[in-house]
């Protein structure tokens, strides 16, 4: 096995394992390094998003879902349940297959695109005559040399100082997607997208939920007028959602978890629960990389710097991804790996920062791309809005899912599309319209003369932009 390598990646998440591929489309001889493993010790690829965030979160908020709708709604159809049960160790069973299926298959993209695969934690040994040479510590250990280097070792989960995550009352991400057994109560720190997720599922499957956020407001960074809507619908389910709580004292015993905090009002509260989960965020990941043993870097933060190209300080190092600067969701990693694979290739690999669009995968489904309302009006930029309800939608009532709408702002004298906010049924799909839209510049109007079928959620999307001109057709 050759140790030289035009192009050596780190870290084998959506970032790293993108990069990797396009890099070796690109001719290039490619190696890539993951540490991460699975029960059996084996190699895991797909990093956080794969093995304990994005792909097991969907499998149980799937499963969570049916089990909701069965209990709660299948009636309303006409279809009659009795005796409906729930077998956790079974739902999780199923999310790890799905887990699986998706390590098999970055697997197999390896082996077809020519990527030399490497099981261990890459770090840095040296950088000398115009090559890097990268130690990877695994089974063996090895050392192994490339032209260029590309970093995504991703992010680990922040902890509230002090509560250091043990994974069994004190949850992370990782922890909440492995809970055996529904807990009677459940808190969240923080309402982030992770924490609304696993309350979400936690809640379907008859936990009592408490989410405990220290900001004033709910989704600080989605346009107010959706998170609004959003906030109704969860409380309406059961969620109970504090806001502008101070976190004080938190103790774990053998009965659960028990947190002091201060409300909004400043009075001095403690609830007890079963699990609690902490979701205020996440930090890159450079433990263990040897960053300063090439002189790479780093911010007050831990991350890497970097320029608008993923350029780190060092020549032909690269970094992409949550250890960058920049929205840490999986597709603008990957985004991130495309471009610079291409950039090394000598090409013109770009990502466009304002048509990334995000989703909140909860019931209902948040999403949105571009700029909300409220970041318009602090830029003074003139705008127009409109927004149309999925109560008005043939589609949703179908559905028997109602609830939510979608807004579009556009510029007022212009009509470019500025950013659309999605809250209702299968918001993550109906994004992608949207970010296209964008892409191309294209203005309300243009999406206001598109043919859209009927009946379809689409037709909601459709009818908020002609709402920008205030001629609504449905509503």
Not at 36 to 48: D, E, I, M, R, V
Not at 286 to 293: F, S
């Amino acid at each position: 096995m050759s140790k030289n390598f035009d192009v050596i990646v780190i870290g084998g998440g959506p970032g790293g394992y993108i990069a990797a591929i396009r890099a070796a489309q690109l001719g290039f001889n490619v190696a890539c390094i993951d540490e991460w493993k699975n029960a059996k010790g084996g190699p895991a690829l797909g990093g956080t998003c794969t093995n304990v965030g994005c792909i097991p979160s969907k499998a149980l908020l799937q499963s969570s879902e049916h089990f909701e709708q069965a209990g709660h709604h299948f009636a309303d159809h006409g279809i009659n349940v009795s005796g409906l049960s729930l077998d956790v160790a079974k739902m999780v069973a199923r999310k790890d297959t799905v887990v699986k299926q998706n390590n098999d298959g970055i697997v197999y993209l390896f082996k077809k695109n020519k990527v030399t695969f490497f099981h261990g934690r890459g770090s840095f040994v040296a950088a000398k005559d115009g090559l890097y040479d990268i130690k990877v510590a695994g089974t063996a250990e090895e050392i192994i040399s490339g032209k260029h280097v590309v970093i995504a070792t991703g992010s680990n989960a922040r902890a509230l100082p002090g509560t250091p995550f043990d994974e069994v009352n004190i949850l992370s991400n990782d922890g909440a997607l492995r809970i055996g057994a529904v807990p009677k109560k459940l808190g969240l720190i923080g309402s982030g997208v992770i924490g609304l997720e696993m309350g979400s599922v936690w809640r379907r499957l008859g936990a009592e939920v408490t989410v405990l956020e220290g900001l004033p407001t709910f989704l600080g960074a989605v346009d107010q007028q959706i998170a609004k809507e959003a906030h109704k619908a969860f409380v309406k389910q059961g969620l109970k959602i504090e806001l502008g709580v101070k976190v004080g004292e938190i103790k774990s015993g053998k009965k659960g978890v028990s947190v002091a905090y201060t409300n909004a009002k400043g009075d001095a509260v403690s609830i007890d629960v079963d699990k609690l989960i902490i979701s205020i965020g996440r930090v890159a990941n450079t433990i263990g990389l040897a960053a300063d043993v090439v002189g790479l870097s780093l911010d007050e933060r831990g991350a890497i710097v970097v320029d608008g190209d993923c350029k780190t300080n060092l020549p032909n190092v690269w970094a992409v991804g949550d250890v960058v600067r920049g929205p840490m969701l999986a597709h603008k990693a990957e985004e991130e790996g495309v471009a610079v694979a291409e950039r090394i290739a000598g090409q013109h690999g770009h990502v466009n920062f304002n048509t990334i669009p995000w989703v909140i995968y909860t019931n209902p489904e948040i999403a949105w791309v571009g700029q909300t309302e409220e970041q318009l009006k602090a830029a003074g930029r003139a705008y127009k809005a409109g927004t149309f309800p999925f109560m008005a939608n043939g589609r949703a009532r179908a559905l028997g899912d109602t609830t939510g709408m979608v807004k579009m702002l556009a510029d007022a004298v212009t009509d470019e599309i500025l950013g659309v906010h999605i809250v209702g049924p299968m918001a993550s799909e109906l994004i992608a319209e949207c970010v296209v839209a964008m892409e191309f510049r294209a203005s309300s109007e243009d999406i206001a003369r598109i043919c859209h079928a009927h009946p379809s959620l689409s037709e909601a999307t459709k009818e908020a932009a002609l709402a920008v001109d205030k001629r609504t057709l449905n509503f």
